[in-house]
Every structure is written in structure tokens, then in C-alpha cells.
């Protein structure tokens, strides 16, 4: 079976429009990135601070009843969010002390709802000096782990390839933050996690669609730089789209089935998926066209 | 059977053995008699995230242990002159990291500096100096020295906590050094997480201390007595009452010279209490003190509580004695344990505090085991409704990475998390990927109308730079999650660096060698691709 036959679409010709798009999303990242740096993000307590509990309840609550009880006891701000699956209650109190949140929020519960019994599913405590501490480890692990694919891509590809393959890997971080920050998703350790995998993914179909095209380099040394390009794009845009489309089976089943843990990590990593796709071909390998024209004209 | 297949079907099959005989352990709810001390027992542990339970990270509070210590020299100085008679003003610890002596003539001073030399030679003496018309000199512990004993109370700290948490009875905790001054527990399948965060995190400095009746906790406090508070709680109302009294700075007996502490029910009253035992030295002190001070009030501290404040009725010999109060069953055995264990060198700090309930532990495996399935699923239907018998090939050599994968996790003894299991199921999609990439470039053979061995070996050779590639940088990435992360990350980092090596042997190898045997000898003309 195939999914697509033989393909002659023009997407270098594209690359004006996917370039504004690209634009777009990149600047959107950026401006999550600094929210992020500043903490003005939605930022998971593991990098704040704070508490975060998982309660589940006999009975349906309203938020609105919860957050008035919370706040009638002494818990000024938490942040209240409800998970459809079976009466469950997230709080989240960003920058808190160790200890006292927690003691608080169940005996304002216990007292204000006394006839819907709760258990605490989850609780996580974390004090500053460790979210201080996680917030530098991942700024390190992001530094080292895009400069390690980055070296990585300097060693195997030449100049424009290797300028290419860095720019859609950083264009795909920088997607998944413009998402998430659109979309006013919590920035975690799992996110984090999420982007750094993708960064090391999504250079597959990058590298696919290079190599076809070095290949055709080296076997047509006239032709225009335009169609070898988007020859060797459309030659391996099957299984450009095939790879990713297995990656996205299986990421999309842990979105809809993996339960609510990991429902925003496999949410990122879909984004990644389909946004890598894209990249490799829209982005990457543009920009690679235009730099090498640039030298040939040098050279000319 | 073709040329150089032989030794890779070995292979195959040698690792899927020892995948399964390394699973063993994990599968088996028993292992059987035989199973004898050579085979491999190690086996995957579920996370916290997966079993429910507590991680705590502590910080030690270093700076008190030092304070502490000079604490101890003070006294120790202080009793060291009385009994030689060379009169003092005051001796006190002043900051933290130094003790201060004024005395009242030179000459004193003078006969301590060298006596001081003798006995703390480590400490740094300053020359004396006037202080008020009096003579002063301080004493200071050196940076080694502090660092030293910084070092010790930490690793105290950690002892003593391991203690506790065994004589509480938690099945295979951890307790871990991490970094300077902090200590990692983790607590599995811990039913009351509370009661263990507060048996765990106290100090359970135990003192004896007289009361000072002549000074009214409202008035002025002399230098050498201090004001604490005794709580009492209503055991019907719940109300916490506090009564403030004075008691003597010093203490005439510690908690470290406990040797036992039991929790005993009083038959009369029917209530709970803590029974403790002195040593020796503790026995004879706490002789001497009851003896000279019948009918006076001594107060039993507790990290600076006063618990109880009882009158001395009686001289008490023989070493032992009891501490009670409105203890419940728990409270009661849960002090006998911190007695027993032994007070923290310095007070600890919960910095982090991670806890998940049993239900909820469930719950993420049941998701994810059942997301992985649909994930499985639907990858294996596609690749063989798009690939055809290849797909199928494709598809033995995913679950061929799933079995190696379990069981080199297995072999490792390492700790699955639920974003470890997200690795497992995101790798079933990229370890079909090397197969999409070589199956593409086959095809491509095939309409160049190569034979399918031929096309079969170029569709190889030619996709394997693109198949190293894009595995070394996931694998850079895996690596350095695997360096930084904690807890659930790491455990999607182990599974993640793992199975993308599995996969590269799996692809090169394990598929390869199926098709050779299905295409030996050149003669199949046609390839269901």
C-alpha cells in the first residue's frame, strides 16, 4: 500500500509563506521562553515552588464552593483545577512553604465539606532551594543536550546542512513552547523532558530528507538548486510522513489513554511529532537552499 | 540456511533467553528453590509515581550541629574550672562559630589559655582582651573543623534516620546522601505518610531540666535559666493549652545516655506510656539529681518543649524511669522509636515532599499498560496493512524490542516510571521507524527493478548512515535527561537511552536476518512490501 504515489509539490517555492508562518511560532516561543525565565509562565511547582495535591472526592464538587471554602480557611491563593474522571480536584499553591499548605487545604475540606468525603490521591511538596536547584539542572541539561545535537550536526553535515538542521530544531522547541504557552499549559520537568526528546528526535526526518538530498547533489552537479530540493523532498515525503505518523500513533494513544499524569507530556510530544515533520521540510531544508545559492554566487 | 545468519539468529535468540531469565525475578510472583544464587534476582522496580509513597529530600541544618557542639564546650569548660576552682564571669557560646570566656583577673585567664591548649588544641585562642574592666577571650572552632563536623552530623543525621524508619518498619526504604547536606528518603507503598514525615523529621533532643520556681515566667530571666512552654492538648476538646515556666539553661540529663525506651500501658489508668532505661553514667546522674532535689519540679524537654513537669517524690535509683502524659497508642510508640533511635545532631528541614496514594499508583499503570496496548496496536496495523508480510517482520522486531528492552531493565534493576512507560510505548512507534526508512528505500530498489535480495541489501547499506543518525541524537538527549534528571524523568531516560540502542540492533540485525532467510538463495522474485 502506499499512502502517497508520486508527488511533485513545490515546497521551496512555499518557502516565503512557511518562512511567516515559521516566523510566527518562533516568536511566540521566544516570548514563552522569556515568561518562563521571568516565572511569569504557568509554571509547575517542580520549578516555583510550592504544593501541588490531587484530592479525589465521594461526591462532584464545585470549583466555585471549593475555592470559597479554601479561602473562608485561610488559603488565599490556590490555583483550582478539576479533572473530569471521578470528582478529582487539583490544587496548586505556587511558592508555599513545605508542610502547613497541605495540613491547611485538607482541614478547610474536611471542615467546609463534611458530608463529601476526599482522599488525597498525590501530594507534592517542593521548597525553594530545590526548585531553584531543578530550574538550573534543566537549564544546564537544555544547554548541553542542544549543544551536544548541535556538534553533532557540525560533525556529520557540512555548513548550510548543519545551519539548517540546527535552525529546525530549535524552530520545533520553540513551537512546542509557543503551544503550551498559548494554550496556558503548565511549564514542568515533564515538558522540559518532552521538548529535549523531541530536539533529538525530530532531526529524523531532517536527516532523512538531507541525505536524499546529498545524495542527489552528488549524482546531478548541474541541475538547479530549486528542483534537486524539492525533488528529494517529494522522493522520501512518504516516509517523511510514515516515521512520524507511527511516533504520532503511539504518542496520541498515550494522549487519549495515559491518564491525567502524563496527558499534557504526550500532548507536547504530538505537538513535537507533527510540528518536526513540518520543520524538515519547510524550514530546514529552505534555509539550506538559500545558503548554498549564496555560495555559489560567492564563488561565481 | 544463507551465509552469516547463522551466529545473528544465535544472537537473537541468546538475548531473547536472557531477556526472559532476566524478566524471571519481575514475573514471578516466587522464585522457585532451585533458583540458586547465581541466576539473576535483581528485578524492575515501579517508582513511587506507579506503587505510591513518599519521597522526602531534608535538609540538615549544619549550622546547628556546630552551634551545638560549641554549646557542649561552653559546659564542659565551665565544669572543668568550677572544679579547679579558677573563678569566671561567663562562659557562652556568642555567634556560630565561637565561644566566649570573661574572667575576672588576668592571672585566671592566663592559667586557661594554657589549659585550653591542652584540652581543644584544634580550637583558635584569641589574645585576651579588655571587655568592661573585665578580661575576655574567645575561642574559635577552625573552618576544617567545622567542615568536619558539619560532615559527621549529616552523616549522623542519615544513621540515625535509618534507624528509625527500620524500627517503624517500611519495606526496602531508601535513604540516600545527596549533595552537602541534604538526605534522600524514599518511603514505597507507605500507608500513614504523615506519621513517618513527623517520626522522620524530629529532632528528639530529650532533656531533663530542673524547674526554676523562684523566677515568675513573667518577670526578668536570669542568664542561666530559660523560659519554655509546656503544651497540653484537651484529649475531648482538641484545644491546645500552653503554660509557660522557667526552667535551668543546663541539663542535668540527655536523652543520649538512654539506652532503651518502651512503650508500657499503666494498669491503673489504662494509659500509654514511654518506659526508658538509663546506662550506667545516666543511672548514677539521674540518682544524684532525684536525690538532691526531693519535692522540687524538673521538667522533661522535648526539642524545647517542656512534655511533662513532674514533682520528685522520691530519690530514684536503678536507672530506670517513665515518661507520661496524654499519649495515644501511636504518639506513645512513635517516641519510644525516636528515643531509641537516637536525637539528630542538628535539626532537619523537609525540602521536598512527594507523596502518592496507592489508588492513584494503580490507576497510572493500568493507563499506561493500557495505552501502551492501543499504542502497540494500532502501530502493528498499520504496518502490515501499509507493509504487508515486511510490516510483519518490522512488527516481531518491535515486540523483539519490547522483550530486550523489559529485560535489560531487569538486568539493571532499574526503577520504571510512568514516563518511563510513555518511553516504552514512544519507542514502539520509532523502533518501526528504522523499518519505514529502509522498507521506503527497498521500494524504491524494487522500481529501479533490482531483485528483492539485491534491493534488499542496498535498501540496507543505504539507510543505515540515516538509521545512526537520528538514534545518536535521541540517544544525546536520553543521555543528558539521564545525567539531570530526578525520579519519574530519570526513569523515562533509562528506558529511553536503552531502547533506542536496543533498536538499533534490533533494525540492523534482528529484521535483516529474517528477511535474508526468507529471500536466501535469490530466487524469490517477488517481495511483499
Known sequence: MELLGKTSIDFIGKRNISFVISAIISIIGLIGVVQVGRGAANMGIDFSGGTAMQLKFSKPVVIADARAALHKNGVAKADLQEIKDGNKLLVKMAGAAVGKPSEMVQAAFKKEFADNAFTVESSTEIGPSIGDKLRKDTLIAAVLSLLGIILYIAWRFDFQFGVGATCATLHDCLAMFAVFYLLNKEINLLFITAVLTIAGYSLTDTVVVFDRIRENLHKNLKGAMNTIFNDSINEVLSRTIVTSLTVFLAAASLFFFGGEVIHDFSLALLIGVLVGTYSSVFVASPIVVILENRALAKKA | MPKGTGW????????????????????????????????????????????????????????KAIEGSLDLVATDLEDTLNGKTLRFKRIARSGSDKVSLVFYEKGTAETVQKLIKDKYPSYEQSPTFDDGGFVAMT??????????????????????????????????????????????????????????????GRTARLDFKMVREDVSPTGAIPDDAELLKEKTVDPTTGAVSEIPLV??????????????????????????????????????????????????????????????????????????AQISGSFTEKSASDLAIVLRAGALPAPVKIIQNVTVGPSLGQDSINKGLYAGLIGVLLVVVFMAVYYKLSGMIANLGMVLNIVYLMGSLAALGATLTLPGIAAIVLLVGMSVDSNVIIFERIREELKLGKTPQAALNSGYDKAFLTIMDSHITTLITAAVLFQFGTGPVKGFAVSLSLGVIINLFTSLIGTKVTFDLFLHKGRATKMSI
Open chain 2, 139 to 200: 575561642l574559635r572552632v577552625n573552618e576544617k573543623d567545622a567542615q568536619d563536623r558539619k560532615d559527621k552530623a549529616v552523616q549522623q543525621a542519615l544513621e540515625t534516620i535509618r534507624n528509625r524508619i527500620d524500627q517503624f518498619g517500611v519495606s526496602e526504604p531508601t535513604i540516600q546522601r545527596e549533595g552537602i547536606n541534604h538526605i534522600v528518603v524514599q518511603l514505597p507503598g507507605i500507608k500513614d505518610p504523615q506519621r513517618a514525615i513527623d517520626l522522620i
Open chain 2, 8 to 63: 545473528r539468529i544465535s544472537l537473537i535468540v541468546a538475548f531473547v533467553a536472557l531477556s526472559f531469565l532476566y524478566l524471571t525475578p519481575t514475573l514471578a510472583s516466587k522464585l522457585p528453590a532451585w533458583w540458586g544464587n547465581l541466576l539473576p534476582k535483581d528485578k524492575i522496580h515501579l517508582g513511587l509515581d506507579l506503587q505510591g509513597g513518599t519521597h522526602l529530600v531534608m535538609e540538615v541544618d549544619t549550622q
Open chain 2, 247 to 320: 526552667v535551668q539553661k543546663k541539663s542535668m540529663i540527655t536523652g543520649d545516655l538512654l539506652t532503651d525506651a518502651q512503650v508500657r500501658i499503666d494498669s491503673q489508668f489504662n494509659q500509654p506510656y514511654v518506659a526508658i532505661e538509663f546506662n550506667s553514667l545516666g543511672a548514677k546522674l539521674f540518682d544524684q539529681v532525684t536525690a538532691a532535689n526531693v519535692g522540687k519540679r524538673f521538667a522533661i524537654v522535648l526539642d524545647n518543649n517542656i512534655h511533662s513537669a513532674p514533682v520528685i517524690r522520691e530519690r530514684i535509683s536503678g536507672g530506670s
